[in-house]
């Protein structure tokens, strides 16, 4: 799993390739030192112990010593500093690509099973991962590789017999790495898997807390929860006999390794067969060819954290193939015509069909739709019939797969989508609040004075809200700021449309989430706010209709001629209340 | 620390759990240690080339250490699970017990969601507390200390000079990961924050961004966030890299002072020689032990945290609790509040002010008034989740405040707004409701809520999961299941909080119909934004500056 990351990580990352590199580079230099620094600990041990060598005569071999551990700690330290920066400028591209794709080729595309919070979760902490996987992981990758060679190696010109054990004991370390990990991989993750079922039990427990008490039934889920519990421990022990015994192979092979060769340098030496100094060596190096194995092991998960938050962004990055919105110039035989205007000009949507690319089916069928310059057309129809996917295309945030949407006779694919865009006010059914001050969240990046601000507001409805804040427009509000409710949020989203002046309005369910006083207010600013423009008004029934001029209705993605349809709901509560 | 402390007091049966695994970590780590000790003294005394007879016994020595070794660990492994284990069913079976009575009135329902998923998320993280913190600082402890006697045996500078080099590491480096990590933390913190807010809503309104022109602006913004965070996270990675080195530099000096002073022992004939390698060899593995304490110091600040965090949760004063004598339920009689006034803290405005009700056996009122007007607090004191701060409330003439609690929400059920839905089977999540209810009943409260035919077409009906991870159902579908669950349920009085407000209209009118029809024999206060509804009941009445107007004359529609 690892592995896989590291090729997708490199194939797709040019910012992972660095810290990649360095640590590769690095570990190479790790693997001499950690050999000079046993030759050099053996000499002096060896010279003063039995050699009768003094301090003095050993002092250019101990400063030689002290310059190799200084060496190590710059290696040290510098994995763990090419490990974090690789790890945020890698989570920093990916979240470059991320952002670019979601605004920039899919505005409002939703990503599919993963909530918005989630993703920025994993694009935000994700680094935490990254960096235990390029700091802690990562290194040991490279030095289990690079380690054991260059300590076989050495110890091989020292003492061939040793090397032999030592060489015989490393496959069979890594075949009882393979073989018990085979084994108990799937256990792992049956027990990973439990584990977080007992968690989600708890959360749902926990979260259900106030249903229980209705019922009565805290008190025996209580008892269901110590229960489970301990079954879970019960469970969880027998398969953790099991699972630990592989750690307890590793061990007794790597111990049993160092033991082995402790005696076998014993015996040669007694023989005479070998120098203390090289037997000191090999000994020292025994240890160092199983540790960076047996941490790779420990650290398979960091591997596998790391595996899980990018590929949470790899596939918001790629999601589903998407077909251009705009005009690619090929397609354009002539010049790009000149913009049309829709309080001149009708829009018209001629026979248009639409799908979500992948398996999502056919969403718009056959649909025709006129709105004349100057009216309100009321688009109704029940909830999944397709409607705010008329105002995405209308919006030129989708391109039709069937059919032309055109206004004045030309194809809305043909014109400049910015151009086209600025002539559009678009009330969206949950309007996004920015974290941002009231004032800014109405301009919305258009540049306005605070008199016309001002002026949006009020004529939105929002004059008490604005007089009844601290730091009147300048209030923030948004994540952070102030709380607006459902129909203050509405509202600031009517201000800005009452600022854009713009030629096309869109309004996609404006009413539908507030309570019915409030509802009937903001019906009532809307006639205003509708007032010789080009209206879209998007809802779900027909209790908006007295401001429409025309209605049309939509049902399973195809409009229906309204006359001949009696199943329309036409009075709803809202308007009776009113 | 205080609330570590206190939360992470051990029972005595854990306590036993705790020495144990202690007693063989250290075993496992000092077997280590003594390997590599006894191996550097039998090269040693091999270099003097004595008969091979007379290393045999260091031979076994090494070999029995080795094996020591890897079973300690594997023992203490099982142990240390174990305590955790236990830990971990103990903590939340305490923390459930002690979070019953604060929901719902102690925790806002705004961020109730996240508010209790990081509760859950804490007691998992304190139930580490032994195994990732406290096990390692004590083996490590009892390791430098070990060795430090051993080393003073061979000769008494040695001794010194060891346990002073392993103290010094392990201070400084836990110190230095503890204080890099914290301000670390102090400083992405907020960037991460303000990173993922601005992430979060300029993916949620990319859309808009889109429509208004501001993409460019949102992306501007983001990358200075992004650049910020970037900066900080360098100046942490340095920061990182710098302990590193500490750690490493004060880890190569120790063992520098240690030759030092073995060799002038050597050589002044305090220290025999073929204790030399053993006493190097000694310290170099006890090293191995002093690793992990970075990482424990900054789990224990994260236990800290949570530790804190839950405490905060729990000490919240319980808002209602039982008479010492419960009076008996009355078997009969209305619900009623008199003069009811509730506000939810000194500065507030009072949300109910001097409210009167009476809800007759049998009888359907319906509740409406606009968003905030305190129709969920009045639902929330009917069933005593709060208590009103004057005025009463009674049944059959009873005070709620002199029944037990048990006994009243078994005579007044509220499906709740929110009402949730287990992540279990259908079946199991309608018989919360009724334990004793038979397929039948089951079957009669799906009809009730035009779920019947659903249900029987699932491919395990009844024993379908359904909650979290159960995707079959919709928003419009739970809802009716806990609208079925309370009509399952045998209380005379049912407060329904408005159950139909992810329903389409159509269905919304017939669900209630249907529903008000199988509670005939009930009382029942039908929260509503419906009118049409509304109008189905025997009385309609309107909260709004926090009293009751009777609104039963159903409106007519007016003229424009």
């Known amino acids: 799993m690892a592995a896989a990351l590291d090729r997708r990580l490199t194939r797709e990352s040019a910012a992972a390739r660095t810290p990649l590199t360095i640590a590769a580079a690095l570990g190479v230099v790790e693997a001499g030192l950690i050999v000079a620094q046993a030759v050099l600990l053996a000499t002096v041990i060896a010279g003063g112990a039995l050699g009768g060598r003094s301090l003095a005569s050993l002092r250019g071999e101990l400063i030689a010593l002290a310059a190799v551990l200084l060496a190590r700690a710059a290696v040290r330290s510098g994995f763990e500093l090419s490990g974090r920066v690789g790890a945020t400028r890698v989570l920093s591209e990916l979240r470059r690509r991320l952002v670019g794709r979601l605004l920039l080729d899919a505005p409002g595309g939703s990503v599919q099973g993963v909530s918005t919070g989630e993703l920025a979760a994993s694009a935000v902490a994700g680094v935490d991962t990254l960096e235990a996987y390029f700091a802690g992981y990562l290194p040991q990758l490279v030095l289990a590789s690079v380690v054991p060679v260059a300590v076989l190696g050495w110890v091989t010109t020292a003492d061939p017999l040793a090397a032999a054990i030592l060489a015989a004991t490393v496959p069979l370390l890594i075949l009882f790495m393979v073989l018990v990990g085979k084994g108990t991989e799937a256990q792992t993750r049956r027990r990973h898997a439990a584990l977080s079922r007992l968690s989600g039990h708890f959360l749902d427990v926990v979260t259900g807390l106030e249903t229980l008490r209705a019922y009565r039934r805290e008190g025996a889920q209580a008892v269901t929860l110590e229960r489970v519990g301990e079954d879970y421990r019960h469970h969880t022990m027998r398969t953790l006999r099991i699972a630990f015994l592989s750690a307890l192979v590793l061990e007794l092979c790597a111990m049993l390794g160092t033991a082995v060769v402790a005696a076998t340098i014993g015996i040669e030496l007694c023989a005479g067969a070998l120098t203390l100094q090289a037997g000191l060596t090999v000994l020292l190096l025994a240890p160092e060819l199983y540790g960076p194995l047996r941490e790779v092991g420990q650290q398979f998960h960091a591997g596998a954290d790391a595996t899980a938050a990018a590929d949470r962004i790899f596939a918001a990055i790629e999601g589903p193939e998407r077909t251009p919105v705009a005009i690619t110039p090929a397609e354009l035989t002539d010049e790009r015509p000149p913009l049309p205007d829709p309080r001149r000009q009708a829009v018209r949507f001629w026979d248009v069909g639409f799908r979500y690319p992948g398996d999502r089916g056919q969403v718009l069928e056959q649909v025709w739709l006129s709105l004349e310059p100057g009216t309100t057309t009321l688009l109704a129809g029940p909830s999944g019939a397709g409607k705010s996917t008329i105002a995405r295309l209308l919006l030129g945030l989708e391109r039709p797969t069937a059919g032309r949407i055109r206004c004045g006779g030309t194809d809305l694919r043909a014109v400049d989508l910015n151009e086209w865009r600025a002539q559009i006010a678009w009330v969206p059914q949950r309007p996004t609040m920015f974290a941002a001050t009231l004032a800014d969240n109405v301009r919305l990046g258009r540049d306005a004075g605070d008199a016309a601000v001002r002026a949006a507001l009020d004529a939105a409805g929002l004059r008490e809200l604005v007089d009844a804040l601290d730091d009147g427009i300048e209030t923030r509000i948004g994540e952070g700021g102030r709380r607006l409710s459902a129909g203050q949020a509405q509202r600031v989203s009517l201000a800005r449309a009452f600022l854009r002046d713009a030629s096309l309005l869109l309004l996609d369910e404006p009413t539908a989430h507030l309570d019915p006083e409030t509802a009937t207010d903001i019906a009532a600013t809307l006639r205003r706010l509708l007032k010789g423009r080009t209206v879209l008004l998007i809802a779900h029934d027909r209790s908006l209709e007295s401001l429409a001029d025309e209605v049309v209705w939509l049902e399973d993605g195809r409009t229906r001629d309204t006359s001949t349809i009696s199943s329309i709901p036409r009075s709803t509560p809202v308007e009776r209340a009113a | ?560």
């Open chain 2, 1 to 560: 620390m205080s609330d570590l402390a206190t939360v992470g007091r051990l029972p005595a049966g854990e306590r036993r759990w705790l020495a144990g695994s202690i007693a063989l970590a250290a075993g496992a780590t000092g077997a280590a240690v003594a390997l590599l000790a006894t191996s550097g003294y039998l090269i040693s005394r091999a270099a003097q080339r004595p008969q091979v007879i007379a290393l045999m016994v260091t031979i076994v020595a090494v070999r029995s250490f080795g094996i020591a070794r890897a079973a300690l660990r594997y023992a203490e492994r099982l142990a240390s699970h174990e305590l955790a284990l236990r830990q971990l069913a103990r903590l939340r079976r305490n923390f459930f017990a002690r979070l019953v009575p604060l929901v719902p009135a102690q925790i806002e329902r705004h961020g109730r969601g996240e508010l209790l998923a990081r509760f859950v998320g804490d007691v998992d993280v304190i139930a580490d507390l032994y195994l990732r913190v406290i096990i390692p600082v004590l083996v490590a402890l009892v390791v430098i200390v070990g060795t430090a006697i051993a080393g003073g045996l061979m000769l008494a500078a040695l001794g010194v000079v060891i346990a002073a080099a392993l103290a010094l590491d392990a201070v400084v480096s836990a110190w230095l990961a503890d204080r890099v990590g914290a301000r670390a933390a102090a400083r992405q913190a907020p960037l991460r924050a303000e990173l993922s807010n601005e992430l979060v809503q300029s993916i949620d309104g990319a859309a808009e961004l889109a429509v208004a022109g501001a993409t460019g602006q949102a992306l501007a913004r983001l990358s200075t966030v992004d650049a910020g965070l970037a900066r900080a996270s360098y100046r942490d990675a340095a920061a990182a890299a710098a302990a590193a080195a500490a750690h490493w530099l004060l880890s190569g000096a120790g063992l520098v002072a240690v030759l030092v002073v073995g060799l002038r022992g050597v050589h002044c004939g305090a220290l025999p020689g073929v204790l030399l390698a053993a006493a190097v060899f000694m310290f170099v593995g006890a090293r191995e032990s002093i690793a992990p304490l970075g990482r424990a110091v900054q789990r224990a600040r994260a236990c800290s945290a949570s530790a804190r965090r839950l405490q905060a949760v729990c000490h919240q004063p319980a808002p209602v609790a039982d008479p010492a004598t419960p009076r008996p339920l009355p078997s009969r009689g209305a619900l009623a509040a008199t003069g009811v006034s509730m506000r939810y803290g000194p500065t507030h405005a009072p949300v109910l002010a001097e409210l009167d009700l009476e809800l007759a056996a049998g009888e359907h009122i319906a509740l409406v008034g606009a968003s905030g007007a305190g129709k969920s607090t009045l639902a929330e004191l009917l069933v005593r989740f709060r208590d009103p701060q004057r005025g009463r409330i009674t049944l059959g003439g009873i005070d709620i405040r002199d029944l037990a609690q048990d006994d009243l929400r078994a005579a007044v059920l509220l499906c709740g707004q929110d009402a949730h839905l287990f992540n279990t089977t259908l079946r199991a999540n309608l018989l919360i409701a009724d334990p004793s209810a038979t397929d039948a009943d089951l079957w009669r409260v799906l009809a009730c809520v035009e779920l019947d035919q659903w249900a029987a077409a699932l491919p395990r009906r009844l024993d379908t999961p359904v909650g979290q991870y159960g995707d079959t159902v919709s928003g419009g579908q739970r809802q009716r299941i806990a609208l079925a669950r309370a009509l399952l349920s045998p209380a005379r009085f049912l407060i329904l909080d408005e159950p139909t407000a992810h329903l389409d209209d159509a269905m919304a009118a017939r669900v209630l119909h249907g529903v008000l029809a199988a509670a005939a024999g009930q009382g029942v206060l039908l929260i509503t934004h419906d009118l049409t509804s509304a109008a189905a009941c025997d009385r309609v009445l309107r909260l709004g500056g926090g009293r009751l107007h009777d609104v039963s004359t159903p409106p007519t529609r007016s003229d424009p």
